[in-house]
């Protein structure tokens, strides 16, 4: 009877995505080593600032897939929300982006580049038969999604 | 002139997303019945309570289509909010989901079986020339979608 | 100097209120067992449903006192934090109020009753020195303040 | 050195997409000048009041491209926060948009409608190389999304 | 052992407030009649536009006394509910404040005003014996309460 | 008319609080110069981060007065908003607390401390006819106000 119900359910199999939501707090600067101070100042305007400013980001990762039938899950989120407390919060959460992390001293610690480096360092720790979506908010009022489409 | 405007606006013919958010409060807890106790235990933690738990369950009806040159409408939001009303919420609202909702009985009330219930409650209600496509949260911090793409 | 500048930011002493917010999702229903089926179904009308239904509670947790000028805290939040898990979300957590919670056994835990409950598991733990304030939001639409004035 | 790591963040070439919310306040009413009074009533029921009612509309506007490898951007929001101010919030903020906004003197102004100007209007300012994509709230429970898919 | 435990909870018998959210949609414009149209625009700006612009207001009615022994609760909410929906939705919603509601047609609707407004509508359907405040969002980020203190 | 209308409206004469919240993007630590690093890393923990670490901070000021007959207004919110940006804003957006905010040199940049600063910047620019109230948000989940009572 169970099975009955839980097959009937699935019978389209079209894919669910889940998404959990964890949060870091972390200072930056937005600036190119290639270029003048001027020409920094210039692009960049306050997020220059020489001695850092910083956000509360909001982090939301998507996995998509198929519901299990044994579970009704997608993934469980208690070990999704692990990851990205073990991967990502542990190296951004309360540190400064451009001193503190390897990857951002020769990159500028945009939204967009920090929501890439979310999935790469989250990509390896999802299965592969499941997507993996990278949503971002430095402000409530500018976020990133990565990969679009 | 009406016309004329009208037209002009709409001449490329793209869809046009619209979303209805409504609210549902219901109990639940995970179980498969299945499994041991101990197996869902370790599997669903605390979710597993044999008491339940609840939340306040956010829901987006998301309908696409294309724009109506009379009314300006994708499709009418008061329909829209009282087919919610009538196929979802009379069912689920102030609910155990395991005890009062006959398609839980044998299906376990994850947020991503709810969400395709909720789907399939509402498909025969919207015109087939609408896509139709369900947001729910089960926390301001875990969600899913469905269907995905 | 850097008394100096302490002291003269303090000179006038008034209180600052700190809040720290936490959340916990229960099951309930509303139900005085000294009054008939009939009587508990008219006041408290689907939140009487007999199989219980549940709630995200958000809880704000306010502490008021005088910022200590070598931590230029009111009180450590990461205590507060620790105190509200430990205390209250332990309790309440993924719990049925009425079957799980001792206290509620012979109490009905509408929000008001819950927020009073709340209070006197944090007293004990907070200093005398502190007032103490609980806010407790049972949907983003109904919210109580405990004590008020 | 910059270069390398660069680089190897953004091999697979994945688009970005970058979001910038803003706000405007405006009054409206839906009518249709070739129906009757009773019909506009009918269809449009409280919406249609003659004296106007308003909203206060959330806007995201979406850009969705590649990141520049010497900015780090998709493209600077404070820009695109500029084009939105001089481009639609100058047009609509405080305004009747059935009297003050030309484009809505023989269309209907429904939250759809709404949304394909604000996509015409920002498009010329918006390179051709992004995509772009508008979300608008008319309140927190409803929203369009234009284009969809 | 029902009243033991329910009077130990009350012993000492402080207040608690609770507070329930509404929302309206209105047009409105900010305007003094006995001033010139130039100093009208002087002093209210683009809030002064003489085809009106308009919100969505939150309204939230706080009522302050003690918890009913028997039910509680300090105020059936679904009574609140249907007061402020019959006294204040009734006449503001999907309304234009300056033309629709008697009382602004020679009042400037502020959001000040309004708030106190609402407070006189609701006070005499709410008994004595509780304290009644009002808070009125007319966006975001400006918001009143009334009466204060 | 219009006098007497609004006189009605007035005759009880209490007070209303008005409210404009703004935000400011900004990186800090928490450190007391005085103590050892270990005490400071013990106390503040990863607060305590040397490279810093940053926030949102959502700031609301809160006006209390009399609602003038004349405007309707308590205080004109637009004055409210320019006086939190040239002396709040300016000084602490997209800034590091304790480098680029001379008061901060010598006083921890704790969000008690942030906020009894904001105040008294601000209380100059607010005639003393008005009570001023400051709350301040370091992350949704932790928030202080000042002065309290």
Known sequence: MFNFAFIKLNTIKLKVAITRKEHFNSAHRLHNPKWSNE??????????????HGHNYDLEVKVIGYVDEETGYVI??????????????????????????????????????????????????????????????????????????
């Open 39 to 52: 020409k920094n100042k210039e692009i960049f305007g306050k997020c220059n600032n020489v001695n850092y």
């Open 76 to 149: 469980d989120t208690k070990y999704l929300s692990e990851i990205i407390k073990s991967k990502v919060l542990e190296k951004f959460d309360h540190k400064n982006l451009n001193l503190d992390v390897e990857e951002f001293k020769f990159l500028n610690p945009t939204v967009e580049n920090i929501a890439i480096l979310v999935f790469r360092l989250l990509r390896p720790h999802i299965e592969k038969k499941y997507e993996l979506k990278i949503k971002l908010y430095e402000t409530p009022r500018n976020f990133v999604e990565y990969p679009y489409e």
